[in-house]
């Protein structure tokens, strides 16, 4: 009797503990859902394009982004179809692997000068 007793209390805290895990994983997947930064491209955006084939033997300062290219068409299931503006080649990217390109404004000849004084000692 007392062994059955201890099997049922067992079998309590098992399900206790998967109740617990099951709480956890939702209020983990809730919290990282709503710090997802969502991806709205829309047609004649500039972006950025993830080149996965450097992963290897990428250099040390050799940037892992090709661009820009110009967004043609945005298309259902996370897919972008982007065009190259040089020769307008047009091709499509999982948007995953893409990103907006913020270009310099046109006006930037200016420089901005920050000069520093002495470090005290």
Request: contains cysteine; hydrophobic residues 35%; aromatic residues 12%.
């Amino acid at each position: 009797m007392e062994r059955k007793l201890q099997l049922d209390k067992l079998e309590c805290l098992r399900l206790e503990a998967y109740e617990n895990a099951q709480f956890y994983k939702e209020k983990a997947k809730a919290f990282h859902d709503q710090n997802i930064r969502r991806k709205n491209f829309k047609i004649g955006d500039e972006v950025l394009v993830y080149n996965s084939r450097l992963r290897f033997m990428p250099g040390k300062l050799r940037s892992r982004w090709d661009g820009p290219f110009r967004v043609v068409d945005v298309k259902p299931y996370v897919v972008v179809e982007v065009m190259q503006p040089t020769n307008g080649v047009k091709f499509k990217v999982n948007s995953h692997r893409v990103k907006l390109y913020h270009a310099q404004p046109k006006n930037a000849n200016e420089l901005e000068i920050f000069l520093f004084g002495e470090v005290p000692k």
